[in-house]
Structure formats: C-alpha cells, structure tokens
C-alpha cells in the first residue's frame, strides 16, 4: 500500500487544498479506493449491462487482459464466462442475498480455458448512486488437473479389474501337495520361482511368495483347514525386479469338512490394480495437499488484504476526514461560505465516514481482527453476535473451552463454524442454533446445531461447503461427523484438548 503514494492516480498535496477543492478531496478518494483494489486482489466492477469500469491487476494476471483491453468492454464477450448453473439463477440468489459465489470457467487471451472460484457482490456507488457489481476470483485450474488425474486412474483401475483373469491352485493336507493350473503357472512364471507343473510340498510353494507374505499365507491355509471359513489374501511374489502381486482365495470343499483335508482357491494378477490403487492414493494425497495449501494461501491473501484495508486505507481514509473537517472549519472562519458548499461539505463527511465503516466491515469479512488479537472466542462472540442481528435467529453459545485450539488452529475451526451457520441461515429453516465447546473423552469438540429441518444425505451437484468443512477439519488433524436428525448436527472433534 505505501507505494500507493508515489501513484500518479493517487499524488495529491494538503497544500493545494482550497475553498473549492470539493471535487479534488471526492477525486482523491476514489483514487485511494481504486488503487487499494487494484494492487491487492484479482477484481472486477462492471455495470448491470456487463460494461467493465474498474479491471484489477490480479484480474490481468488470471486473463492476459490489460486494462486498456478491458474497460469499457462487456465482462461477458471478454472472457466469455461459463457458469456451472443457469444465469437466471445466479441473478435470483444475487437479488436475494446480494451475492452469489461458484465455479466458473473463463476463456484467457491465449484462447485457454481458466477454472476459478468467483464471488459477485451487488453493491451501490457512494458518490454516484449507481448498481454495481464487483466480482473477485481464485484460479483453480491446477486442482481441477488433479481432479481430472484421479478420475482417470479411478477409470483404469476399473477396466484392469474387469479384464482381469484367474487360476486355480489346490493343497492336499495329507499329502503335503500343492497343485495348480496353467494360468497360475503363468502368473508364478513372472517372479523368482523355479516353476514347475506343481505336486510340490506347501514349504517350497510357499518361496514363491516374498519372505514379508509367507507366514501369513501357511497361517491362512492353517486356519482355512480347522474352521473352514473362506479368505482372501493379497500377496506379493517373491522377486527383486518389479514387484509383483496376486490376490489368493482360500476354501475348504464341501466334502472335506469331516476330514479337514482340502483347500482349494483362485489365483488373480493383481499387479496393475497395486500399483494403480498406489497411485491413486498419492493423486488424491497431492490433490488434498494442493487444497490444504490453496486454502492457507487464500487465508494469507485474505489476512493480508485485511490488515491492507484496515490499516493502509482506513488509516488514509481517516486523515482524508479530518482534513475535510479542518477545510470546512478555515472556510466558517474566513469569508463564509453559502449554504450550497456548506450542504456539499457535510455530504462529502458522511460519505467517508460510511466508507470508513465499509473498509472496516470489509477487513472483518476477509479475516475478523479479534482471532489475531484477542483469540478464537472473541472472534466467535462477534461472528456470532453479527450472525443473530442479521438473521434474527435466537442464538445460544457456550464457547469457554474453544481457547483451548491452538493459534495455528484457529483459523480453520473458525472457517468450520461459520460455514455451519451459513448453512443454517441457508437451508434449514431453524428458529434456533446452539454453538458450544466442550471436552470429551480427551478431545476438544466444537458442535454446532440447530431445530431445523436437517440436510440432505448427499450434497446437490456444486455444493461444496461440507466437503471444505471436512478437509479443513483433517488437516489440523480433527475429524467432523455430521448427524441429521431433529435439526442439523455439527460436530468437530480435535485432539489435545
């Protein structure tokens, strides 16, 4: 922000303030507004008929549109926005609420398409009285890539399991023999076992498997003897090349179970369905790593742009008021001024000061300063307090033993809380929500509920608040259970407590 004062947009001196430098202090405001967006976020302001008025820095970066390219375009033939639901019900949840956020696909100058998370707010110029509509957003394209990887390998493990084919392998206990097909043969063929067309003793059948599965398959075949019941084991072959697996069914016939002398099964190369399991369990790890961090870097990028805009703005905004109170004081005290510029005066002081309270609700919105300064209670106290005046629900807390979270933890178990009660005040048509702390069995739980009429079993396609509460609740290491009977139950338990 401290570059701001050597902008060209921004340059004005107290100096050149005059009796009619009205105009100039509503100039210079603007310009302090403008430059703050335009050097801390990816945003956009456009009017009702899509005609772009302000394009962000951030907003160049995510379109490869420079502002000269932008303003005064229309936001829908520039990047060509495609919504993952009607515009017509995008525009009904703006009219209702005032906002709408969602995944949107954009089309970038090189002709590529961008995923981002965008949020629309209507809001109305101070100075002008105009409707507006601001619109910032998050690029998500290297998630959705990831996305898209996993879903692929799901696929590939699917064809390998349908096309997969088996063996049939047989040990007679009182023989000591083990016996198998051809397709087994095969399968042994690709590791380390001297193959042969099998009447071997179970010992020598056995080192086809690797040393750390051998126990395990004479235990199974043990069991499998004395109380008949069928298993199923995956075993890796013996082998110092490429790992090699196979999943072995075990069964004891029908008419051995007086004898206790038979066990046959099947055979499976289970290779492929190994190492794709492995690998779509590193695709979703990266992809819940890329989350985790995308969510941190949003709430730096968020904290930043609060302090920016409580400290930096509210801090100009504040001198450019009392500069404003000290012209209007010079002007009573010399020549007068008529009643026109005296009207013109006190408009310009009520709009800083109402822009003084927009920046101020603005930074609480990104990052309520309470969690940094006073703790997680007191950042709740207030969400809370906030919540109830704007939803008239009675709201009942007991929220003493939440200072118990950690300051790494907090931010996150104040993002879950606050994402329930916006379900709340969403969905479920209660009169009444309850949010409290307490301590059970060792772990700290935070529970939030509420008398309406619950929620869904599955979320509705792009919907995706309870899979962010439930990823925000595993990377601090907490688990979150969502109960629906009798209202919508919340609960996150943490360790530690």
Known sequence: MTGLINDPAFAFHRSSLRPAAQDDLSFSLQHCLHSALLHLAPVVVFR????????????????????????????????????????????????????????VTICHADGRYVDVVVHLVRFVDPDSGEALMLESHVDISAQKLAEASSYAAEQTLVQALRHGGAGTWTFDSERDEVRWDLTTQRLLERGDFPV????????????????????????????????????????????????????????????????????????????????????????????????????????DQRRHIARELHDELGQRLTALKIDLHWLTRTLEGGVGMNEATRARLRDMDSIIADTITEVRSLSAMLRPLELDHLGLVAALDAFLDKFQARTSLEVRRNLDKADQVGAEHRMAVFRIVQEALTNVARHSEASAVEVRASEVAGMLRIEVRDNGKGMPATAPPGHFGVTGMRERAEAIGGTLDIHSEGGTHVVLDLPGA
Not at 85 to 90: G, K, L, N, T
Not at 237 to 248: D, K, Q, T
Request: charged share 30%.
């Open 196 to 299: 042969s067309h099998g009447r071997i003793p179970l010992r020598l059948a056995l080192t086809a498997l690797h040393e750390s599965c051998r126990e395990a398959m004479d235990t199974g075949v043990a069991d499998t003897l004395r109380d008949g019941r069928d298993r199923q084991m995956d075993l890796r072959l013996a082998g110092a090349g490429e790992e090699r697996w196979i999943s072995v069914t075990l069964r004891r016939p029908l008419h051995a179970r007086g004898s206790a002398a038979l066990v046959t099964g099947t055979v499976t190369d289970i290779t492929d369905r190994v190492r794709i399991v492995r690998q779509l369990a590193a695709s979703r790890e990266d992809v819940r790593r890329y989350v985790h961090g995308l969510d941190a870097a949003i709430e």
């Open 48 to 103: 009702p008929d899509g005609e772009i008025v302000l394009w962000g820095r951030g907003a160049e970066r995510t379109t490869g549109y420079k502002s000269e390219q932008a303003l005064h375009a229309t936001f829908a033939h520039l990047v060509k926005p495609h919504f993952r639901c009607r515009w017509a019900e995008v525009e009904e949840e703006i009219a209702r609420s005032g906002e709408w956020c969602g995944e």
